[in-house]
């Protein structure tokens, strides 16, 4: 920035706040037709309907923030498959640390057991994926897939890499680090046949090759292309060996043998026969008052018992708390960036974001060269939110929104003036991580206030009948949004409907053509000087909805990888729900924004997403059957969803030659086939 070192730092705060208030918004370096899903989470994204988990809303929920606000640590973890994480250790760094964590798992588990259900195959891969993302709540961590397809058992890495490829498994990684751009990713394994499984030791020897690619422009340039840049973590560590090595080697559990004990450390090309030592050691078993004193490996024990496709109801990692005590994990160091020796040659650390500075103010590293001159702004953001820590009472959330209130007038500056390239002219690479950071903290500090004002928001379609929550052909949509605040001082400006991520015309808006406003001061389920408002949304869809399905198939279960329908969803756990209702407020000059999915309209807990159905769906009963060749006629049944009253559709059976068919009793008869 060209007027960086000529100002102090009062005066450049000045600036930054004055250009808060003249510059207009600008888009995310990722727009949402670039990244729908939000991977890259730069903005502000809708609460998950399933995430009922009481720490996750209301004071717990600000507390938590709080501990984030101030540190700028971000953790990424490679595994293979739903149940490989290393769910003490997320639930340390995320709610402990206050870390921005992530887990990238390569597949969805379809070639897995089934403890629960009849389903396998892809279907099984839904129901696994589901399963983590209700694990993932308990450790507060943000979720990523892989495009491949776990195909059951390998024996060998050899054989992993021979169904999926080494680049398609690099290309998912490389995407995904650059996209979240943690500052350290880590492995559960090493990718040698002490992991046993092969997929296992893929995922650890990607985590390694990935740490030195996604820094690298000549890596996947595609990806560049497509809006992301380079990123290179400063550390990968990966978890010690916990297969068993002794005199006789390493024992490989996936062929019951032995195998000479070889470890290879695939950033520095490495390779040695002596078990990696211990670099750092995580304490999994501390304890931590919000947790209800509960250990970080027992609160993610809990959220890993969920998992019951694999563990059913009960054993270890199952419902249970799990004992109390000490559970320490440890990790070793395979690369770094901080100029530090080789993880066999270097001491034990604190902590795996030892040597990064992780503060808040620590932003300012991003960019070198004037970093004494970014820090000042910083520190004082940093200073507001320490001091709505302090005056943190969960009785009395209220009490630290002016210093967050402050702490966003601050970043927002900050984030205008990054953005105004008349006054910017830092490296383009150095302005867009500085403005990936603090668009995080934009989005954690948005999120800070609306829960310091005791603020939320639901919407559900206003469509009632046997078909509500389905949407097909319908032109006119009508969805009813309930808003909530602790307090009048929040002015709602106004609300819109998104489809599939993109805005449309809506029919109504606050302080216009609302159906229904009310204002509550006091009473025995409002605070004082609450407000709610219910409004009645109205939008026109001018161009067909595709229904909701998985972005991901493939056309047989012996494709080991799925295709994607849309690109831009690569990597991301699922298909967004096509409904969200958006509302923008004005906090005493302060743009906040809100957002929630829009549910269907019954009543069922937790609350299920308004979809998008075809005009007409069919299945077959039975999918597949054997016929005796004695037989002369079998029974065929198809069940028929048809949402729309006006549909009338008639329904015609492809057979071979000299097949014929009689529907008796049908409710839509099926014309007669033509003459042959």
Known sequence: MRFLPHRSPASLLAILLAAFLAAPAQQPALSPLQDPANLAGERVSPQDLADTL?????????????????????FMLIVAHPDDEDNGMLTYLSRGQGARVATFTLNRGEG?????????????????????????????????????????????????FSKWTHDRVLYDAVRVIRLYRPLVIAAVFIGEPSDGHGQHQVSGQIAQEAFKA??????????????????????????????????????????SQYVPARFTNYVTGKVTDTVPKANVVI??????????????????????????????????????????????????????????PDGDDSGLESSVFDGIDTTLPGIATLAPEVSDKLRPILEKIDQQIAE?????????????????????????????????QSINDLPPAESFNLLHELRIKRVQLNNALLLAHGITLTAALANTGPTQGLLSTQKKIEVKTHYSSGTNSVEPVSTELQFLGRSTKTGSSLGASRSKAETKSGGPNQPPHGVVIEDTLRAVVNTELPPTRPYFSRPNTEQPYYDIADPTLRNAPATPAPLTASMTLNDSGVPLTLAAIVADPSDSQPRQPAVVVPPVSVSLVVRAAV?????????????????????????????????????PQAANPIPAPPPA
């Open 54 to 74: 009481p720490i996750n809303h209301g004071a717990p929920a600000l507390q938590q923030l709080l501990r984030k606000l101030r540190t700028r640590a971000s």
């Open 112 to 160: 897995g057991q089934n403890l629960m259900s009849a389903d396998f195959e892809d279907a099984l891969g839904l129901i696994r994926t589901q399963e983590l993302l209700a694990a993932d709540r308990y450790m507060a961590v943000d979720q990523f897939f892989g495009t491949e397809v776990d195909f059951g058992f390998s024996k060998t890495k050899e054989e992993a």
């Open 388 to 420: 709505a820590q302090r005056l943190f009472d969960p009785a009395k959330t209220e009490l630290t929104a002016p210093p967050l209130r402050e702490a966003l007038k601050g970043v927002d500056g900050f984030i205008h003036e990054l953005e105004n």
């Open 214 to 255: 996604a820094g690298d422009p000549t890596v996947f340039p595609d990806q560049i292309a497509q809006g992301l840049q380079p990123w290179q973590p400063l550390k990968v560590y990966a978890r010690s060996p916990f297969g068993r090595i002794d005199a006789q080697g390493m024992y490989d559990y996936a062929t």
């Open 283 to 340: 304490p999994e078993g501390d304890t931590d008052p919000l947790l209800d004193g509960r250990s970080y490996a027992q609160f993610g024990r809990e959220g890993r018992g969920l998992q019951r496709s694999q563990i059913g109801g009960g054993g270890s990692g199952g419902g249970q708390f799990g004992r109390a005590g000490r559970v320490d994990v440890s990790y070793h160091r395979y690369g770094s960036r901080l100029n530090q």
């Open 627 to 663: 016929v005796p060749l004695a037989s002369q006629t079998f029974a065929l049944s198809y069940s028929a969803t048809n949402p729309e009253p006006d549909v009338a559709p008639q329904f015609r059976l492809e057979l071979p030659p000299l097949w014929f068919y009689t529907l």
